[in-house]
């Protein structure tokens, strides 16, 4: 029997932002799915439909995205990670696992580390790291500059590599340039069937926040130094629940080391699984082996 996925939406009563989440499947586990840059709700449809009996998740649309509203701006990961905290006091949601794909990794860091006794284990997927991703400048070839750090939001906005390409798209309602990146560095290993594909990029286009995401990204650090941007918070030394983090060889968009040094900054509560044929989109690369880790740590 298929099964079936319901959209809903709420009120939060902090800030009077309207969340829409998606809810599938029943059962005594928990799962919080928090999705990432340029997404919503939408892009784990597919693990709503995969997951086995005996797990019910609830997929959120953070600020900004989807069916959410974005009336008041976003600076950091934490706002988010608050959001998150209004939204499951009003569902009543507690003893959950969350798991956070790409920037919803870093959501989700916040969230276990500022609001303790929610989650009872973490999964971060193709994860941003605990201190952020940078933005660099670039050079006149358009070649990142090493070391040389976009600070600002108006830096960022004015980037013509990474964010004014994404930025006009949206503008334009320009899908085919928004295929032509996610193909590039996404999709570059598998794709999501036509119809599916289709759904994507228009749920891309729901997205009004693009350049505030882009520096809370780059602002983000949870570790104990300076990564270009700002002073670490050390709040990684909160996370004491049960993390799993993975990360796929084939990840364009994600580098290794930003799983490598989460993981080893979490410590002997973290579990970190390489997969030798993921790219940044194991949904879609490998539902099943992705399905089959999160239930297995789910019910470990």
Known sequence: ???????????????????GYRTAGEGEELLL??????????????????MPEGVRMVAVDLRGFGLSTYHKPIDSLFDFAADVKAFVDLL?????????????????????????????????LESVGYTGYPIFRKNERGEEIPGDYLTTKEEIANDPVKVIPIVNAYANRDKETLRMIW????????????EEYEAYLEDMLTQRNLVDVDYALASF??????????????????????TLVLWGKQDLVVPEYMATSTALAIGENAKLVIKENWGHSPIVDDLPGLVEIMVEFIRS
Request: overall charge neutral.
């Open 1 to 19: 029997m298929e099964r079936t996925i319901e959209v809903h939406e709420v009120v939060l009563l902090p800030n009077g932002e309207r969340m």
């Open 33 to 50: 799915l928090i999705h990432g840059n340029m997404t919503s709700s939408r892009h784990w449809q597919p693990v709503l439909m995969a």
């Open 92 to 124: 009543g949601l507690k003893d959950f696992t969350i798991a956070g794909w790409s920037t919803g990794g870093g959501v989700a860091m916040e969230f276990v580390a500022n609001f303790p006794g929610y989650a009872k284990k973490l999964i971060l």
């Open 183 to 194: 193909n590039a560095v996404i999709y570059n290993r598998n794709q999501p069937d036509p």
């Open 221 to 242: 650090n949870m570790g104990h130094g300076f990564n270009g941007v700002t002073e670490g918070s050390g709040r990684i030394d909160r996370i004491e629940i049960p």
